[in-house]
Every structure is written in C-alpha cells, then in structure tokens.
C-alpha cells in the first residue's frame, strides 16, 4: 500500500519527538538519582558536640556577608528583609549564603569535636551536611534576632 509522503514524514516527525521525550525523561531521572547520590544523611548524634562551633562560626559568617552588602550597598537604605535574606540561606551548602559550610571539617581533638577551616571549598558528605544540620537548627531557633541583630549593627 502506497502512503502519501506527507503522511510517512509526519510519522516520521512523531516517531523522532517521542523518541527525544523519552531521552528527556531519562535524563530527568538521572538527575534526580545523582543529586540523591551526592546529598549525604547527616549525623544527627555529633549536633550536641558541634552546636557551639557551629554557631560561632555561622555568626561570624553572617557578619561578615552583612559587612559585605553593606559597603556593596552603602548608597541604598537597607532593611531588616535584606539581612533576613542573608539568614535564609546560611545553613544551606548547596547555596552561596551557606558555601562556607562547605570550607569546614569535624575533627576530634582529645575527647572534644570541633570545626577545623580549611582554605577553599569541598565537597559537602556527612561531616558537611552535620555542619549543616547543626547550623540549621541555631538559624530557626534564632529566626528572627539574627536578621534584627546584623540590622541593629548598621
């Protein structure tokens, strides 16, 4: 049987978008398994040992980014939501706000955790997704005298 050539190219057209669909899909799920496979659990039971450092060090962090908008901004008025952006996203490492977590590693000194900072950035396991998880903890039990306090030292 003899079929239009208009029609076998609009098959053929059909047949080459469902096949690039599918590739997509594919692709799409690879994605979601490699963020799955590089995202670490942290270890829940080092937060009590690494809670104090974690703060510290979050909040020398946050200064020092304040510090930072504020001369990048020095001829806009700031506000609290400026600094609250800031908070937002300080314990995330996947984030710029929360990089530095990754600049860090748990060491144990004598019977004693504490974090060790280490120049330039590495990859985010358990120990920096611990840091994370501490840190988170200090941000949302401080949500709203973080941002304040970074205002108030304008």
Same mark, same amino acid.
């Given at each position: ?27 799409? =799920?690879?994605?979601? !398994?490699?963020?799955?496979? $590089?995202?670490?659990?942290? %270890?829940? #039971?080092? /937060? +009590? ?42 314990? =995330?490492?996947?984030? !710029?706000?929360?990089?530095? $977590?990754?600049?860090?590693? %748990?060491? #144990?000194? /004598? +019977? ?43």
């Amino acid at each position: 049987k003899n079929q239009p050539s208009s029609m076998m190219a609009a098959r053929l057209i059909i047949f080459v978008l469902l096949s690039q669909l599918l590739i997509m899909i594919s692709y799409a =799920q690879q994605d979601k !398994d490699y963020l799955k496979m $590089i995202r670490r659990d942290p %270890i829940t #039971k080092m /937060k +009590k040992w690494i809670i104090c450092d974690t703060c510290k060090t979050a909040m020398k962090e946050a200064n020092r980014r304040a510090r930072g908008m504020r001369e990048a901004l020095k001829n806009k008025e700031l506000t609290e939501e400026h600094y609250n952006n800031i908070t937002k996203y300080m314990c =995330q490492p996947y984030h !710029d706000h929360g990089q530095w $977590i990754t600049t860090y590693d %748990i060491l #144990k000194k /004598k +019977k004693k955790l504490s974090l060790v900072h280490h120049d330039g950035y590495g990859k985010c396991s358990h120990e920096c997704e611990t840091i994370a998880y501490a840190c988170e903890d200090v941000r949302e039990r401080y949500e709203e005298e973080i941002p304040e306090y970074l205002y108030a030292k304008m």
